[in-house]
């Protein structure tokens, strides 16, 4: 399994942006579909955005369509998630998500989907 690390959380007003990067290890990381889901307090953790291996295919959620962007640079072996436009129910611990390719459903929407996590970065916005 793959190794990842989030960064770039923080707390920001709303109408901010930020940008989350998911660094990951082992020299495979093009082969991997990646995620983002997020946990608000109270609240199951929930999808957020996926992006296919190779950086063709994006799929969001509706609450982040328009706002949020998923990319990845696989000759960095990272993730990156743009939030653009926050709102304070974005407020939330992220997480990225990884999940082999040939193992995939797409879109991969749950939980499930995804075998290998990383520890989360909170990212809270205040109103």
């Known amino acids: 399994q793959v190794q990842l690390v989030e960064s770039g959380g923080g707390l920001v007003q709303a109408g901010a942006s930020l940008r989350l990067s998911c660094a990951a290890s082992?020299?495979?990381?093009?082969?991997?579909?990646m995620g983002w889901f997020r946990q608000a307090p109270g609240k199951e953790r929930e999808f957020v955005a996926a992006?296919?291996?190779?950086?063709?295919?994006?799929y969001y959620a509706d609450s982040v369509k328009g706002r949020f962007t998923i990319s990845r640079v696989n000759a960095k072996s990272t993730a990156y998630l743009q939030m653009n436009s926050l709102k304070s129910e974005d407020t939330a611990v992220y997480y990225c998500?990884?999940?082999?390719?040939?193992?995939?459903?797409?879109?991969?929407?749950?939980?499930?989907?995804?075998?290998?996590w990383g520890q989360g970065t909170q990212v809270t916005v205040s109103s």
């Open positions: 998500a990884a999940a082999p390719r040939d193992l995939t459903r797409w879109p991969p929407l749950k939980e499930t989907n995804f075998p290998s």
């Open positions: 082992g020299r495979t990381f093009s082969t991997y579909v």
């Open positions: 992006i296919s291996w190779g950086g063709v295919n994006t």
